[in-house]
């Protein structure tokens, strides 16, 4: 097991799916685009775990119908992460990216799901995004809670938080809106999670600077690192081409920015991942918070206090409404 | 309800009570000097309704201190040493808060690092007891409510009284101390019980944490929709003796070394308003003395909170969380329920046997030629 190795984030560049009639088109100049950028990070930086934005192969479009949006959803695994897994295996590399998802086997429903291929060139660990912008009726899609007790059914409560241990270091996706959820990123630090891997969509507004720290925070707070691979240029018809804001970045296990891209655009960032001296920090009693922390005692005050109930279905704009309606009759809210 | 006012953090250079016989003193002119600086506020600035004192920010601490000297140093809260700054809440019909240093006869030979807030008719209506601090690092021997705990929930009256928060005419109001920030489920359990206001009374000093740790208020303050207001230190000056500091003049260079148990600027200053968007809407970036000053909106953070978008809090899935925490075992509770903290260590070895627990069952992965120490019986203890 090296000490440490690099990891390459990739500012990818998006053709986004506007006819999703030619879904399979734009998806392989996507896939053909992104692995070229990725690979000039392997042959000539030796990245050997390679991160990729959230909707890479298929972008964003918000006029898609529900039905457009299944219909442009992927199967993971699929043939897609095949053209991935044979890039993954040729290079003996891990490959980390995000996508809308639709199980063949459940097709009522479809994810955002972040996947890791390995040098196996299969797919080695499927996440579903916890935490989505459906709930402000942005997307049409559902993450397991708002589905849970199927979903456990079908997948099993460990798949929630998946972990993979690799020579590079267990790694751990999130996606993009679950970075700004502490309670996922400590699930999957108690679950040894060392490097999270965060493929994003971040467009300008008045949040970014908040966003920028709040990856900084979760680094810090369970001495993990975190690499966030935000969107390149996008070509749409509905999409401003510098949207998002770039800005890249890979943060240390002391919440310290090790590398980032200024700006927008198609870009690659490749930066060091110490391992050994993240864990030997982690061997140190000083500010050890996933140690120091109450995990107990604080699992059982949340389990007082619900704010998104589990298993109320697809339509989580209601259901965040029928929240603050609650939490205000509780009190936890005060009246406006 | 006053949906519009002004808070401040009163930054100062606290005086450390070093000689036990000076502890009256020594409070005096630290409470006299904070008294000084809320007076300008309101000459210079017109009335504020909220003003926050840093943690300790009356004695100081002292790292090497038996538990005996610190319960006989410590204050009682509400006391007399308090009155003057009860007396200023009332007289200015404001509210003010600030850290402390606690006994309270009703836990003998513990001592808590606490805070209070006083309230416009200069009673006090909200003491908090630090959760998170010297029990899992070691650096001094304060208990908390968490170490003994079924102690506590008995005589305080239920699992509540961990997390206390005031509703008041300015907003509902919690108050933390300087490391809890560090632990995101700490201004989270405080949101649950209503908290619009948390109230930072800190001691941060200078490290390679220090940029990560102020981001700590900015997140907490995003992803709860609160204002977070953070009164750090402005720098510490130790008593060298009598009526000698660190920073008094015309001492030697010798005498001056005497008096610095740590260096007068250890603590950056930084003191801040955090807006419930996680924005800086008032700061004292520098060390030293000084005030920050910040608008708070409480109108604008309740419509806030109704809204969806961004809206962190309201967006939580603790349901799916919960019993990640539940069934993980970090650090526990009771730790020093039946014995109080003895000394330091004791709080060092507890972490230290979380980690080597950690490395042994995966939660954590051994760097290269990592050899575990020979646990001690005390670890064998913690791991059992």
Same mark, same amino acid.
């Given at each position: 097991?090296p000490? &440490? +190795?690099q990891?390459?984030?990739?500012?990818?560049?998006?053709?986004?799916i506007d006819? @999703?009639?030619? &879904?399979?088109?734009?998806i392989?100049?996507?896939?053909?685009?992104?692995?070229?950028?990725?690979? #000039?990070?392997?042959v000539?930086?030796?990245?050997?775990?390679?991160? +990729?934005?959230?909707a890479?192969?298929?972008?964003?479009n918000?006029k898609?119908?529900?039905e457009?949006w299944?219909t442009v959803?992927i199967e993971?695994p699929?043939?897609?992460t095949?053209?991935?897994?044979?890039? #993954?295996?040729?290079h003996?590399?891990?490959?980390a990216?995000?996508?809308?998802?639709?199980? @063949?086997?459940w097709?009522?429903?479809?994810?955002?799901?972040?996947?890791?291929?390995?040098?196996?060139?299969?797919?080695?660990l499927?996440?579903?995004?916890?935490h989505?912008?459906n709930?402000?009726?942005?997307?049409?899609?559902?993450?397991?809670a708002?589905v849970?007790?199927?979903?456990v059914?079908?997948?099993?409560e460990d798949?929630?938080?998946?972990?993979?241990?690799?020579?590079?270091?267990?790694? #751990?996706?999130?996606?993009?809106h679950?970075?700004?959820f502490?309670?996922?990123?400590?699930a999957?630090?108690?679950?040894?999670?060392?490097?999270?891997?965060?493929?994003t969509t971040?467009t300008n507004g008045?949040?970014?600077?908040?966003?920028?720290?709040v990856r900084?925070?979760?680094?810090?707070?369970n001495?993990?690192?975190?690499?966030?691979?935000n969107a390149g240029a996008l070509?749409?018809?509905?999409?401003?081409a510098q949207?998002t804001?770039?800005?890249?970045?890979v943060v240390?296990?002391?919440?310290?920015?090790?590398?980032?891209?200024?700006?927008?655009?198609?870009?690659?960032?490749?930066?060091?991942?110490?391992l050994?001296?993240?864990? &030997?920090?982690r061997t140190?009693?000083?500010?050890?918070?996933?140690?120091q922390?109450?995990?107990?005692?604080?699992?059982?005050e949340?389990? &007082?206090?619900? +704010?998104?109930?589990?298993d109320?279905?697809?339509?989580?704009?209601?259901?965040?409404?029928?929240?603050?309606k609650?939490?205000?009759e509780e009190?936890?809210?005060?009246?406006? | 309800?006053?949906e519009?006012?002004?808070?401040?953090?009163?930054?100062?250079?606290?005086r450390?009570?070093?000689?036990?016989?000076?502890r009256d003193a /020594?409070?005096?002119?630290?409470?006299?000097?904070?008294?000084?600086?809320?007076?300008y506020?309101?000459?210079?600035? $017109?009335?504020?309704?909220?003003y926050v004192?840093?943690?300790?920010?009356?004695?100081?601490?002292?790292?090497?201190?038996s538990?005996?000297?610190w319960?006989?140093?410590?204050?009682?809260i509400?006391?007399?040493e308090?009155? !003057?700054?009860?007396?200023?809440?009332?007289i200015n019909?404001?509210?003010v808060?600030? $850290?402390?240093?606690?006994?309270?006869?009703?836990?003998?030979?513990?001592?808590?690092?606490?805070?209070?807030?006083f309230?416009?008719?200069?009673d006090l209506?909200? %003491?908090?007891?630090?959760i998170?601090?010297?029990?899992?690092?070691?650096?001094?021997?304060?208990s908390?409510?968490?170490g003994?705990?079924?102690?506590?929930?008995k005589?305080?009256?239920g699992?509540d009284?961990?997390?206390?928060?005031?509703?008041?005419?300015?907003?509902?109001?919690?108050?933390?101390n300087?490391?809890d920030?560090n632990f995101?489920e700490? !201004?989270?359990?405080?949101?649950?019980?209503?908290?619009? /206001?948390l109230l930072?009374?800190?001691?941060?000093p200078y490290?390679?944490?220090?940029?990560?740790?102020e981001?700590?208020?900015?997140?907490?303050?995003y992803e709860?929709?609160?204002y977070v207001?953070?009164s750090n230190h $402005?720098?510490y000056?130790?008593?060298?003796? $009598?009526?000698?500091?660190?920073?008094s003049?015309?001492?030697?260079f010798?005498?001056r070394?005497?008096?610095?148990?740590s260096?007068?600027?250890?603590s950056?200053g930084g003191?801040?308003i955090?807006?419930f968007?996680?924005?800086v809407?008032g700061a004292?970036?520098?060390?030293?003395e000084?005030?920050?000053?910040g608008?708070?909106d409480?109108?604008?953070?309740?419509?806030?909170?109704?809204?969806?978008?961004?809206?962190?809090l309201?967006?939580?899935?603790?349901?799916i969380?919960?019993?990640e925490?539940? %069934?993980?075992?970090?650090?526990?509770?009771?730790?020093?329920?039946e014995?109080?903290?003895?000394?330091?260590?004791?709080?060092?070895?507890s972490?230290?046997?979380v980690i080597?627990?950690?490395? %042994?069952?995966?939660?954590?992965? !051994?760097?290269e030629?990592?050899e !575990?120490?020979a646990p001690?019986?005390?670890?064998?203890r913690?791991?059992?």
């Amino acid at each position: 097991m090296p000490k &440490k +190795f690099q990891i390459a984030c990739i500012q990818s560049s998006i053709e986004v799916i506007d006819d @999703p009639a030619r &879904k399979d088109n734009v998806i392989a100049r996507n896939l053909r685009r992104g692995l070229d950028i990725a690979e #000039a990070a392997v042959v000539r930086d030796e990245a050997r775990v390679v991160v +990729f934005p959230e909707a890479w192969l298929q972008g964003f479009n918000h006029k898609r119908t529900p039905e457009d949006w299944k219909t442009v959803c992927i199967e993971i695994p699929g043939p897609e992460t095949d053209v991935i897994g044979a890039f #993954a295996r040729e290079h003996e590399v891990y490959v980390a990216g995000a996508a809308f998802e639709r199980d @063949p086997d459940w097709p009522e429903v479809w994810f955002t799901s972040g996947f890791i291929v390995g040098p196996s060139g299969t797919v080695e660990l499927r996440y579903r995004k916890c935490h989505e912008h459906n709930v402000e009726g942005l997307i049409p899609s559902v993450c397991p809670a708002d589905v849970y007790t199927e979903y456990v059914r079908r997948y099993g409560e460990d798949s929630l938080f998946p972990v993979l241990d690799t020579p590079y270091g267990r790694l #751990a996706t999130i996606v993009e809106h679950d970075v700004n959820f502490f309670e996922l990123s400590r699930a999957l630090t108690f679950r040894g999670a060392e490097v999270l891997l965060h493929p994003t969509t971040e467009t300008n507004g008045p949040m970014a600077e908040t966003r920028d720290q709040v990856r900084r925070s979760r680094a810090y707070e369970n001495l993990v690192y975190l690499a966030s691979a935000n969107a390149g240029a996008l070509s749409g018809r509905y999409s401003a081409a510098q949207a998002t804001r770039g800005g890249s970045t890979v943060v240390n296990y002391l919440g310290h920015v090790d590398a980032r891209i200024d700006g927008a655009g198609e870009s690659v960032l490749v930066s060091t991942v110490d391992l050994d001296r993240q864990r &030997k920090r982690r061997t140190e009693v000083f500010m050890n918070f996933p140690a120091q922390v109450k995990s107990e005692f604080f699992g059982r005050e949340f389990e &007082k206090q619900t +704010f998104m109930s589990n298993d109320t279905g697809g339509d989580a704009r209601a259901t965040a409404k029928a929240t603050i309606k609650r939490l205000k009759e509780e009190g936890v809210l005060a009246p406006e | 309800m006053i949906e519009k006012y002004t808070a401040v953090a009163v930054q100062t250079i606290i005086r450390h009570v070093r000689e036990p016989e000076w502890r009256d003193a /020594i409070i005096r002119e630290n409470v006299n000097r904070y008294l000084s600086l809320m007076e300008y506020v309101s000459c210079r600035w $017109g009335q504020a309704k909220l003003y926050v004192l840093p943690e300790f920010s009356l004695t100081g601490v002292e790292h090497v201190r038996s538990v005996e000297e610190w319960t006989r140093i410590a204050l009682r809260i509400p006391g007399p040493e308090l009155e !003057p700054l009860a007396n200023f809440a009332r007289i200015n019909r404001a509210y003010v808060a600030g $850290g402390t240093m606690e006994y309270d006869p009703a836990y003998p030979n513990r001592w808590f690092n606490s805070a209070y807030l006083f309230g416009p008719s200069g009673d006090l209506v909200l %003491r908090y007891r630090k959760i998170n601090g010297a029990d899992v690092q070691g650096h001094t021997t304060y208990s908390t409510p968490t170490g003994c705990y079924d102690l506590y929930v008995k005589n305080e009256g239920g699992e509540d009284a961990l997390f206390p928060v005031v509703d008041t005419e300015i907003g509902r109001l919690a108050l933390i101390n300087c490391y809890d920030i560090n632990f995101p489920e700490m !201004p989270r359990a405080f949101a649950q019980h209503g908290a619009e /206001i948390l109230l930072h009374c800190t001691g941060e000093p200078y490290g390679p944490h220090r940029e990560p740790w102020e981001m700590s208020r900015r997140t907490r303050a995003y992803e709860n929709c609160m204002y977070v207001i953070s009164s750090n230190h $402005g720098g510490y000056a130790a008593q060298v003796s $009598g009526n000698v500091f660190a920073d008094s003049p015309g001492l030697n260079f010798q005498e001056r070394r005497d008096g610095e148990i740590s260096p007068l600027h250890r603590s950056h200053g930084g003191s801040e308003i955090v807006d419930f968007n996680g924005k800086v809407a008032g700061a004292a970036p520098n060390p030293g003395e000084a005030l920050a000053i910040g608008p708070i909106d409480l109108r604008a953070l309740r419509e806030r909170r109704a809204e969806i978008r961004d809206n962190i809090l309201v967006q939580s899935r603790t349901e799916i969380y919960a019993r990640e925490y539940t %069934r993980h075992q970090a650090t526990g509770i009771n730790r020093w329920l039946e014995a109080p903290i003895a000394h330091k260590s004791e709080a060092r070895q507890s972490t230290e046997a979380v980690i080597a627990r950690y490395l %042994r069952d995966g939660v954590y992965a !051994p760097p290269e030629g990592y050899e !575990p120490a020979a646990p001690s019986e005390q670890q064998n203890r913690a791991l059992a």
